[in-house]
Nanobody, 126 residues
Framework: QVLLAESGGGLVQAGGSLRLSCAASGRSFSSDTMAWFRQPAGKEREFVAAVSSAAGITRYGDSVKGRFTISRDNARNTWYLQMNSLKPEDTAVYHC???????????????????WGQGTQVTVSS
């Protein structure tokens, strides 16, 4: 059984930092694109960041560029999202995702990801 498990969410003040982790089990994801999406309460799911299988290509949503960094550790079958300079508008449930996506122009399309985690809540207070 393939599972993606997020951790690291919580409550933080504006300007603070959090590091999310997504640990995968059940199979190797070393050949897949790994990503983070988020969904604020009552709103649509939003692309946050993605990293290619060899970690050579990264993509970010406009709202997080320069503040968030995605990385991966294929040996641990884990990927991360370092979030700095957090803002109240970053408050959301953050989901990790993985899928065999060959073109970086597709990274922001949630329908291309086959595997999803349950999500972890990030709340940023003002």
């Amino acid at each position: 059984q393939v599972l993606l498990a997020e951790s690291g969410g919580g409550l933080v003040q504006a300007g603070g930092s959090l590091r999310l982790s997504c640990a995968a089990s059940g199979r190797s994801f070393s050949s897949d694109t790994m990503a983070w999406f988020r969904q604020p309460a009552g709103k649509e799911r939003e692309f946050v960041a993605a990293v290619s299988s060899a970690a050579g290509i990264t993509r970010y949503g406009d709202s997080v560029k320069g503040r968030f960094t995605i990385s991966r550790d294929n040996a641990r079958n884990t990927w991360y999202l370092q979030m700095n300079s957090l803002k109240p508008e970053d408050t959301a449930v953050y989901h990790c995702a993985a899928g065999p996506i060959s073109r970086s122009s597709y990274y922001s399309e949630s329908r291309r990801y086959n595997y999803w985690g349950q999500g972890t809540q990030v709340t940023v207070s003002s």
